[in-house]
């Protein structure tokens, strides 16, 4: 009997090995790790630099409190990100995790506007579908409706505007009117709201587990900046999935003209060795919080040597190796391979992404982009047979959980022509 729990009583194969885009169970099955755990594992697994980082570090020292030492590591880290983040976004606040990033963005614009005379401004508009986290304040800005109503009325939901779905609503996404349509939505729930007291607007770049690698339109980005600073609220842009050139750039921020005030990024920056994120903000907002008072919020193991020696590695790995760029054109080919399922397979309904975040989604009928019935639980069957077949990718229901399957396809970056092949004929048996 196992000790553990997780979301659900289901029982995995035990993990033994990874290396590069492939994992081994204790039976000696080997699987292709097409979701790079949960877009996580951006440079592979076990790599060679990023372990001897670690190892360097250990054998130098694992903790240092951040209230008693600086630590080189941390130092080295905030620099490069600091270096790679648009210009002006220069001070960063190391945590241990994607929740706690957001947790942290929502603080320090709550605390921004406080410090600057704007007290009356706490509200954070979201967007619904979204994923911003698990802890309260991140569920509060989450746009997840299954994930958010166990825990009303304790939980405050925050306003949200709908996400941005030119696919489901006959817009062309590549016509600005469409991304200044869905932005313009920002603009009239601040109306609504009140602008005084309206803090801040959330946003992924690129839609992650929630809608499945919603790429969005056209104009949209430009004109939330806009209106943000029409406004005089501030952009969280939330990385966590997008960031670490999951997107073919480092950010995904750096896809448009739009440079958010705070951007937060995790899974791909702790890349699967360590749990590490970071807070990447404007120097404007950080100086009056540390004149009033100081930040009122940390956590302890945040920031502590080994994550950052380790963070510090996968960077480079990323820079050394290219990664990104190798991110842009393995996405194109994946997406033309996954075009290419969608003649094949009637089921797929759409198939979507940027870099190395791509989806398709599930349908019963890609006229009227009816879902697949519920019942059916397609997505997880799907999964199920492909992890059978020895290739793991990851699903949601998309459109607020609630209806409609998407599959996110999103292997290492580090991925060459023949992982894709064995992807797309993982994907095409399973399919079938
Ligand atoms: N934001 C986004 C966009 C995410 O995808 C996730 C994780 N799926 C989170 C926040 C929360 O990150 P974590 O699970 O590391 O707390």
Not at 259 to 268: A, F, W
Request: charged share 20%; proline share 6%; net charge negative.
């Amino acid at each position: 009997m196992s000790h553990l729990f997780y979301q659900g009583r289901g029982r995995k194969p035990v993990l033994d090995q990874a290396r590069g885009v492939y994992m081994w169970d204790k039976d000696g099955k080997r699987y292709l790790d097409g979701s790079s755990g949960a877009m996580v594992c951006n440079i592979g697994h076990s790599n060679p630099n990023v372990l001897a980082a670690m190892q360097r570090q250990m054998e130098k020292s694992t903790f240092g409190y951040r209230l008693h030492f600086e630590t080189e590591a941390s130092e080295k880290l905030a620099s490069k990100l600091a270096a790679l983040a648009p210009g002006g976004l220069d001070k960063v606040f190391f945590v241990s995790g994607g929740s706690e990033a957001v947790e942290s963005a929502l603080k320090l614009a709550r605390q921004y506007m406080n410090a600057t005379g704007q007290g009356s401004r706490w509200k954070v508009i979201s967007r619904q579908p979204s994923y911003h986290g698990s802890t309260l304040g991140a569920l509060a800005v989450t746009g997840y409706t299954p994930l958010s109503a166990p825990f009303e009325p304790m939980l405050r939901q925050m306003p949200k505007i709908p996400a941005p779905r030119a696919y489901l609503d006959g817009r062309d996404p590549r016509d600005p009117a469409s991304g200044h349509h869905y932005a313009n939505m920002l603009a009239s729930a601040i109306e609504a709201e009140g602008p005084e007291t309206v803090a801040a607007f959330i946003v992924e770049p690129v839609g992650g587990a929630s809608t499945g690698a919603l790429v969005p339109p056209a104009g949209y980005m430009e004109r939330i900046r806009e209106i943000c600073d029409r406004y005089g609220i501030l952009m969280i842009a939330d990385e966590v999935m997008t960031g670490a050139g999951r997107t073919g750039r480092f950010l995904g921020s750096d896809h448009w003209n739009a440079r958010p005030d705070i951007i937060v990024m995790s899974k791909g920056l702790g890349a699967g060795y360590v749990p590490l994120g970071a807070m990447i903000a404007d120097a404007r907002l950080v100086e009056p919080v540390l004149d009033a008072g100081g930040f009122a919020h940390g956590y302890t193991y945040a920031g502590n040597p080994l994550a950052c020696a380790a963070g510090l590695a996968v960077v480079e790995e990323i820079e050394g190796q290219a990664l990104c760029a190798n991110a842009d054109r393995m996405g194109e080919r994946l997406l033309a391979r996954l075009r290419g399922l969608m003649q094949k397979h009637e089921v797929i309904g759409d198939v979507r992404g940027m870099g190395l975040l791509t989806a398709f989604e599930l349908m019963s009928d890609r006229d009227s982009k009816a879902p697949l019935p519920k019942g059916l639980n397609a997505y997880q069957r799907l999964v199920d047979i492909a992890y059978d077949k020895g290739l793991i990718v990851y699903s949601r229901r998309t459109r607020d959980g609630i209806e409609g399957d998407h599959i996110l396809v999103c292997p290492p970056l580090i991925v060459t022509d023949d992982h894709l092949d064995e992807i797309i004929e993982g994907l095409d048996a399973a399919l079938s």
